[in-house]
């Protein structure tokens, strides 16, 4: 790869000297430079003089590793990797050995800041905290009055899975405040497409195996995943079981450090891993790979579909329907009204659930009603992609198709990594469903060596903490609190804000509160996203430092950093373990806990009767439940040891015995078409029932766009950031000091680019302008740039003005990678 060190401003003395960069002072308007004297941070120090803290960190790159947090003088001097209970889940990157950088960082909000200039131009002014706090009480106090409580809007990001001040949305105590304010609740629409497709499948159950698992499967398969840069955890263990033998196939349009790492890399197209997965489909059903036994006992390819598309069900075969288990939200019990299937051996069509041997092909007329098999439909379905055409679309050959459908039947154990490679497109859905199949119908899932999915943990913290008691607090007389309003995504705020509506009901939305996030910067179509914060007539925003979105806000008020406070670690990691973050040192100037801020604002909204709880209590709260104490998951014992595990002693195994569908099997059909938001598109159902797969829409190489835009444009993510976070940090900086894309070199040589030439990017949505790398790992037509920076990064325009905000049909998802653009030599 032709991609220089100079080319990124990179040389190791410069890197070294980040240190003393730490303290130019280089402050924004309203932001105040560093207090503390330089000499105190002195990274070569000796551990020895340093007093010790548990510590976590934390940001969505899914690693949540547990540092040793070194303070001297009440001033954090630096961190380093601490011992897990597990040793091989010991491990730190750059970004958790530079949170110096980050909490002493000149762009470190100190103080409650209003804003007295236009939005966006960073001019602020200094307020005290009741100035900050009355203000905000006032108006949204106001809002209220005129338009009751979801006239305000909370926006939670990623920025810190930690469960008191964090970004756990349904187990953290924000969604405490969200529930007490009885406000408006707006998520970030991202990483949807494949669990939105896979439960298509599953119907949503978990079946990823424990890390430590890999070294039991006889081939890995990362099937879009770039783990040496975003889930640096997870490659230690794809590489260590490959020391042990076991083979790695990585399915990747890039020749990047993952790829590298690959026994055989397949070279895919971008946005085709669908068409793949059918074509591997088709030669397992060619050559009898998966068995008749499987199809009837493990899936639902005996149902029976009518002519309308829905299934045939027993009420309409004189089958009175019955009640069901309630539904958690209504209360009502459910209809049981069995889809059916045809039993061979008795002639008729019977309850799904009451033969072993349903007919898969073959169905006679039933009262006169035609009937197709899902086995039938899917079959039909595959038919369309024998490996010839398989391989024509994704610009490999049938040998490949071929070699990946004989893996699957017969080099298994395998397990199989999926995270957003093929999600960030607007087809991501329609790929991840057989993606999935491909595994589960071959019997990949479910025991050691054998899973899909993404690694991170998570499910006992969303199933099992009891947030019933921690997010939805009573008041002194037992009355419950308001509980959150509704969910807006992303792409209906502006809509909403129009029109007053959200769903056909009226909702006038005044005021936003932006908690853990930066969303200016990540979410697709820079001017949508500034068009609706200058909507909306009052913005809030709590962060660390001054993002752009910050500078968007009327008021920001300033978070203390995770080491300033005590926490606990949560929701999602890619190891099994809660970690216990102790208070460290003070919050920095006049910065505050989260935590304290939304107890805060519930005082001054006339609501503190319901955040009449410690940082202790509350997660005592939550960790109240069976499973928690099952695992010996306690709060005593998180101070005292720092780090529990989440599951019982072993590798933790997924089961695939039950899934979550309407007939606990795998699914290859289903006749409700759910849609993930509101819009007034119309949804065509026809092909959402069954398997169905199309090009993304501006990505996609057959796409009339792409004569406009030839390029595919790839939004990587960054070893030194996590998403916008360590972006002001001076330690990395001096590493990656600007954004840059990435070009062929033939690509380039075409356009007459050289290695750092300024070059444009742009499409119908918006232009950016950077420099340019040479790196022929990247395949002809793709260039590729990491999307972690800020407005005042760019030489000129944004990066977020190329992603359209468009969502599919049906899946709320945004689709950073479905992106195409022209580039000129500037
Ligand atoms: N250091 C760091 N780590 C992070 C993050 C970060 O910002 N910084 N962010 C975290 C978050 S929230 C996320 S969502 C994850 C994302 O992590 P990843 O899943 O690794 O996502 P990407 O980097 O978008 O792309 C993954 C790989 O998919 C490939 N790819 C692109 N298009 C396709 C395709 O159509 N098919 C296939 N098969 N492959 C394709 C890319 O070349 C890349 O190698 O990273 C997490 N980890
Ligand atoms: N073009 C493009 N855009 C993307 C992506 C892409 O691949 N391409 N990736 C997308 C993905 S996968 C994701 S998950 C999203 C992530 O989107 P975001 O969650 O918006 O991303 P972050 O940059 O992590 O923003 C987190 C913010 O929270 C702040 N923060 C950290 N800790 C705390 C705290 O304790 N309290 C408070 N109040 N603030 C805190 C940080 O300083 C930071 O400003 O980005 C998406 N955006
Ligand atoms: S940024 Fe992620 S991988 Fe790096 S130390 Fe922090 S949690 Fe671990
Ligand atoms: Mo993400």
Redo the contacts with the bound molecule.
Sequence with gaps: MAETAQARGFSRRSFIKGAAALTAAGALAGCTPKTNDKDKVDPEAPVSSDELFSGTCR??CGGGCFLNVHVRDGQVVRTSARDMPDPQYNRICTKGLTHVGRMYGANRVLYPMKRVGARGSGDFERISWDEALDTIAEKWKGYTEQYGPTAIMFFL????Y?AL???CNSVGAYQRVVNVMGCSYCS?D??AAVGFGSSRATGGIDLANELTDRKNAKTQIIWGNNPTISLMHTMHFFLEAKENGTRLVVIDPVYNASASKADWWVPIKAGTDGALALGVLNVLLENGWIDDETLRAKTNCGLLIKEDGTFLRMSELGVEPTEGDPDPLTGKPAVVDPPAVWDEAAGKAVAFSETAAPALTGVPDINGVKVQTVYENAKGYIAQYPPAVAAAVCGLTEDHVRELARIYHEDGPVTTEIM?GMN?YRNGHYSAWPVYLVSLLTGNAGKPGAAIGQSEEYLPQMLYSNSAAACSPKDSSGKPCRGQANLIHTVQIADVLETGKLLGEDLTIKSAYI?????V????DHDYTTGWFDKLEFVVV????M?E?CKHADIV?P????FEQVDLGFLFSTHPYLLWQDKCVEPLGESK??FQIFGLLCEKMGLGEFWNITEEEYLETLLDSEYWKSVGCTVEKLKSEKATRIYPEGDKIASAEVFGTETGRISLYQDTVKRAYVSSKEVDESIERGLHWETPTFAGEDRAYRETYPFHLL???MRT?????WWDCEYVKEYEPEPIVRLNPDDAAELGIVEGDVVKLSNDQGFVVMKAAINAGLPRRMVSSA??WQIGDFIDGH??S??SREYNQVCAN?A??D?AVAIEKM
């Design positions: 940001g969505n990001g990623s920025g810190n930690a001040s964090g970004s970030l991202v990483d957003m960030h908690h853990c996030s930066n969303p910067v990540t979410m697709c709590a962060d660390l430092c993002t979105t008020l978070s203390a950093h995770w806990p989260d939004s990587e993510h950031h996590t998403h916008t976070q999307r972690s990066y977020a190329l992603p945004q950073f990678n992106v």
